[in-house]
């Protein structure tokens, strides 16, 4: 059985295979084993400081991430990750003023504001601090499309809900925001809906990381799957034929060919679609073309010190309207000095390209300036003594960061926020003849570990039970 991609959708599928009995080789472009996983470490003195320039927090609601942890034994491993609403001294720079995350100074512009005037004192602070969150933490493509929301019914069912909920509600807290836009379901888009559930909830719940490091679970994994992972063998070329897949691959250069009667790709399809595949269905081929990416840009300094801490910013993050707009402060590492990784910026969507398209060197020291208008000692000589930065979009085995559903699309209303009828059973890989696609790109949980593990499980379970042979 062949399997392509060492990432975690392609490490979870050759598991369930070997234990199912299957010989299992899995193919990896690249030299690294995880994907989308992907632990840095700067080495000072012989002592190891790590940041991530992939997966980071993992949210306590995806059980299938923690069974997996459980399984390849990195439990006790497993740290709280404090979130933008856990952390200490996390800021927000936002419209030119410098402010602490739970503040709303009263002279803040908000340029993106379309709010009616007239609204009573309650709803317009439960609005300001909506617009606020939505300004500083969604990407610019959500944001678009959120705005336009927060007028007309929206308005109004926001002010019939802060009239039931009475004059002691604390509308400065995540969790009551969420409970009071349980109020304006059906008057929000799928853009708005997916600031709430995806970014605000999973923002607001509690997350864990793995002590030392992600690339632990991808590694773990491939250690105990069983299955021989052949890295630097790029494939180059798929073709559906009767009774199964050929594989073109380039294997360190050298050109060679695999068939098997059944092959797992859990390739990005940005990568995929400039591959030539030949024989896919038009059903596939539709699933292929329509499904939307999203790029992501991350830069990580090693920092001589922890200088943020002195500002108080222990864990959690500050957001930026600016060029960076997210900075991650470490937390739970096992301090050994006074050194420290910043995730000085992380940008999702459109809101990354102004960074990527900085040469490497000129991206870093843009993202230093800005992050020391949060914390001036980081502008300090001898402050930075190392960087790393990512584009996604640059980096040639996934050509993006995520699959997403942003896109005009989601100008759709939400009425519920469940899955609709029946739609909880679809399988969360695709199958076409003796090709089984997966990844993070065909599950539910769209840009997520969870969704990536919940894909490779279900493309496991296709293969091992294939369909019936056809007869004529
Ligand atoms: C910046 C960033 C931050 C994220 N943060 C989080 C987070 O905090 N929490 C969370 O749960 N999720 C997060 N995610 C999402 C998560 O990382 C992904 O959903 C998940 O890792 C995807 O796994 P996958 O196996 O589907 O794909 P991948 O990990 O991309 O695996 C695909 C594999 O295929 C290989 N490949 C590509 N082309 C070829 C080829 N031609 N031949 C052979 N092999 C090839 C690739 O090298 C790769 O190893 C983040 C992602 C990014 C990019």
């Known amino acids: 059985m062949l399997v392509l991609g060492a990432g975690v959708a392609g490490l979870v599928a050759a598991k369930e295979l070997r234990a199912r009995g299957h010989d299992v080789l899995v193919l990896e ?3 690294r084993i995880g994907g989308r996983i992907w632990t840095h470490r700067f080495e000072r003195e012989g002592r190891v400081f790590h940041g991530e320039l992939g997966a980071m927090r993992l949210p306590v609601s995806h059980r299938r991430v923690f069974d997996l942890i459980d399984q390849v034994g990195l439990t006790p491993k497993l740290r709280p990750f404090l979130s933008v609403f856990q952390g200490k001294g996390g800021r927000l720079d936002c419209a030119g003023q410098r402010f602490g995350f739970g503040q709303l100074p009263a002279g803040l512009s908000l340029p993106e504001w379309p709010l009616a005037q007239g609204l009573d004192p309650a709803a317009r602070r439960f609005l300001r601090r909506l617009a606020l969150l939505v300004t500083v933490m969604a990407p610019r493509e959500v944001r678009d499309l959120a705005f336009p929301q927060m007028n007309g019914d929206f308005l109004a069912a926001v002010q ?85 897949v050929m594989v073109q691959v380039n294997r ?29 269905d038009a059903q596939t081929r539709r699933r292929l073309a329509g499904m939307n990416y999203a790029g992501a840009t991350k830069v990580l300094l090693f920092c001589a010190e922890r200088c943020w801490e002195a500002d108080g910013a ?37 809101d990354a390209a102004p960074i990527a398209v900085l040469p490497a060197d000129e991206r870093v020291a843009a993202v230093r300036r800005e992050a020391a208008r949060l914390h001036p000692a980081l502008a300090r000589d001898g402050m930075v003594l190392d960087s790393i930065s990512i584009d996604w979009t640059a980096h040639p085995w996934t050509l993006s960061a995520c ?70």
């Open 29 to 31: 472009a690249s030299q």
């Open 314 to 350: 222990h864990g959690g993050a500050s957001f930026s309207d600016r060029l960076l707009r997210q900075v991650y402060y470490p937390h739970n590492q096992d301090f050994a000095g006074r050194e420290g990784v910043l995730l000085a910026s992380y940008c999702i969507g459109a």
């Open 403 to 472: 699959s997403t559903d942003w896109d005009p699309g989601m100008q759709q209303m939400v009425q519920d926020a469940g899955a609709g009828p029946g739609e909880a059973e679809e399988p969360q890989a695709w199958r076409c003849g003796g090709l089984v696609l997966a990844g993070e790109h065909c599950s539910r949980a769209k840009a997520w570990v969870e969704g990536a593990i919940a894909s490779g499980q279900d493309a496991a379970a296709m293969v091992a039970c294939p369909e019936p042979a056809l007869t004529v």
């Open 160 to 244: 019939r809900h802060l009239a039931a909920a009475g004059p002691e509600a604390d509308f400065a807290e995540p969790g009551a925001i969420l409970a009071g836009l349980e109020a304006v379901r059906g008057r929000i888009n799928q853009a708005f809906h997916l600031f709430l559930s995806d970014i605000l909830l999973k923002a607001a719940e509690p997350l864990f990381q793995l002590a030392g490091g992600a690339d632990q679970l991808p590694l773990a994994l491939a250690a105990r799957c069983g299955a021989e992972i052949r890295l630097g063998t790029e494939v180059m070329a798929l073709e559906l034929i009767p009774g199964g």
């Open 252 to 280: 360190e250069g050298v050109a060679e060919t695999y068939q098997a009667a059944q092959v797992i790709c859990t390739i990005p399809l940005p990568v995929l679609r400039r591959m030539p595949v030949a024989g896919l």
